[in-house]
């Protein structure tokens, strides 16, 4: 791997750890049930939590993975020919679409999980009964789980698209192989004869064809 490339995973990676451990500390952190308190019938009361924090860290620190992964990458519909076309190609776009998918499952997660947790004096009515609304448990945690694997089939599809890329042509055609090691050929020529032409007299040589 090229030192460009090792430098990028590292980044890629590096924030896609911490986007699953502020999503796990977010978890952690959230609001519970226990913790709140009616202050009256109509209202509710909240404890501070650094979950908010923590659950929008999550979430940038996922979308600058993303966002550097891809424009790396660039776009690989954009690049691809029928003659680039092969198996490193095919993975690549799978771990792609899984990524985007991941991603925005992810991303969601994180910044709905972030704005239901940062609630105060707020109630909800369900049934003509007054409750105080928490995030359900496994928000987060579902949150940091889709992070990282986004972030790994980010990093696996831009090590594949590089391989596909390596594998083919700038045009898109093979590879042309290495002549470095041809044996160059010299022409070959009969030897030359050592003998020197000799000069024949022109009346000498009148009288030979008349005799």
Not at 3 to 16: E, P
Request: glycine share 8%; aromatic share 12%.
């Amino acid at each position: 791997m090229e030192r460009k490339g090792l430098v990028l995973c590292s980044v890629v990676a590096f924030l896609g750890v911490l986007a699953a451990a502020t999503g796990f500390a977010a978890e952690a952190t959230r609001i519970k049930a226990s913790e709140v308190k009616f202050v009256s019938t109509t209202q509710c009361s909240y404890p501070r939590s650094p979950a908010l924090g923590l659950g929008l860290t999550a979430a940038a620190a996922l979308l600058i993975a993303q966002i550097i992964i891809n424009f790396a990458t660039g776009c690989i519909c954009c690049k691809r020919t029928r003659q680039t076309w092969n198996s490193n190609w095919t993975k690549a776009l799978i771990f792609f679409v899984v990524s985007w998918f991941t991603f925005v499952i992810a991303f969601l997660l994180l910044l709905t999980g972030s704005a239901l947790n940062d609630q105060h004096g707020e109630d909800s009515v369900y049934f003509s009964n007054y409750y105080c609304y928490v995030v359900k448990p496994g928000v987060f945690a579902g949150g940091a789980v889709l992070a990282i694997a986004s972030v790994i089939l980010g990093i696996l599809y831009y090590l594949t698209l590089n391989t596909a890329k390596n594998a083919t042509g700038p045009c898109g055609d093979a590879p042309v192989p290495n002549q470095g090691s041809m044996a160059m050929g010299q022409p070959q020529f009969p030897p030359r004869s050592s003998q020197d032409p000799v000069f024949v007299h022109e009346d000498t040589y009148n009288r030979r064809q008349f005799t």
